[in-house]
């Protein structure tokens, strides 16, 4: 079972930026994890991706919402996987979890939440106007 740590949520005013950090536990590399995806949970609303990576090329995907003012990354020395938000608006406010789609290299189907097997437990960003 893979575990995934998110990191780096908090409250920022309209216009800040942040960046969230999620990692698989010790025993496992992103890279056998292939496509790698932040999701979004805003109150009384679905969850929603918003960025992808697929680990074994480096090819980003974006939702249409945070296109040009979120960006993903991946470090290969910190096993880890960013995703920095700039230009951060209230509508950013959300639980924002990390997933894990071992099977399918971000294909066609990456913004859906039932594609993905493993989630972080998720960590909040609050963005005030």
């Known amino acids: 079972q893979v575990q995934l740590v998110e990191s780096g949520g908090g409250s920022v005013q309209a216009g800040g930026s942040l960046r969230l950090s999620c990692a698989p536990d010790a025993s496992d590399s992103f890279y056998s994890l292939n496509c790698i995806g932040w999701f979004r949970q805003r109150p009384g609303k679905e969850r929603e991706g918003v960025a992808a990576?697929?680990?074994?090329?480096?090819?980003?995907y974006y939702a249409d919402s945070v296109k040009g003012r979120f960006t993903i990354t991946q470090d290969s020395t910190e096993n880890t996987v960013y995703l920095q938000m700039d230009s951060l608006t209230p509508e950013d406010s959300a639980m924002y979890y990390c997933?894990?789609?071992?099977?399918?290299?971000?294909?066609?189907?990456?913004?859906?939440?039932?594609?993905?097997?493993?989630w972080g437990r998720g960590t909040q960003v609050t963005v005030s106007s």
């Open positions: 997933a894990a789609d071992p099977l399918r290299g971000c294909s066609a189907t990456r913004w859906v939440v039932s594609e993905y097997g493993y």
């Open positions: 990576v697929y680990t074994g090329g480096g090819s980003t």
